[in-house]
């Protein structure tokens, strides 16, 4: 085998199937037809595959156009192993519920997750002027003093 460098190196893998990774998270399994200077591929019998958990489903398709920029890992599948796989395939619109169940709930962590950092903030403020003002009006006065002396 002779070495090529950059994408020519993948002139070999032509007609192979391969598994893409793009950029936004998706995933895309087809037969590499074409790749260009760019890495700019074409799959054909292209599917998008969801995971969710232990669970996978494949949305077909067809021919499929992939800007270089945006491929994360190309990588061939090898077809004697690729249905050893320990997942399960479901249909379309089970892997699609099980998608959305799964994004709802990240959300729903983000959303408490949110509300505890701004609870902990109002916490950290309420404290900080609760200081302030057991300091007494002297010290709140000094302060500004300073804070206004400092700036032109």
């Known amino acids: 085998m002779n070495y090529m460098p950059g994408t020519a190196s993948l002139i070999e893998d032509i007609d192979k199937k391969h598994l893409v990774l793009l950029r936004d998270g998706r995933t895309l399994i087809g037969f590499l037809r074409s790749i260009d200077q760019f890495a700019n591929l074409v799959l054909h019998q292209t599917v998008e595959r969801i995971h969710v958990g232990k669970k996978y489903g494949d949305i077909p398709r067809g021919i499929f156009v992939v800007r270089g920029e945006n491929v994360v890992l190309l990588g061939e599948i090898d077809l004697e192993k690729e249905s050893d796989t320990p997942l399960q395939q479901v249909s379309i619109e089970e892997i699609l519920e099980e ?49 206004r002396s400092s700036h032109p």
């Open 99 to 147: 998608q959305r169940v799964e994004q709802q709930a990240r959300l729903e962590a983000e959303k408490l997750k949110m509300m505890k950092h701004n609870l902990q903030l109002e916490a950290f403020k309420t404290q900080e002027h609760s200081l302030a003002t057991a300091a007494g009006p002297e010290a709140n006065s000094d302060r500004l003093r300073k804070d």
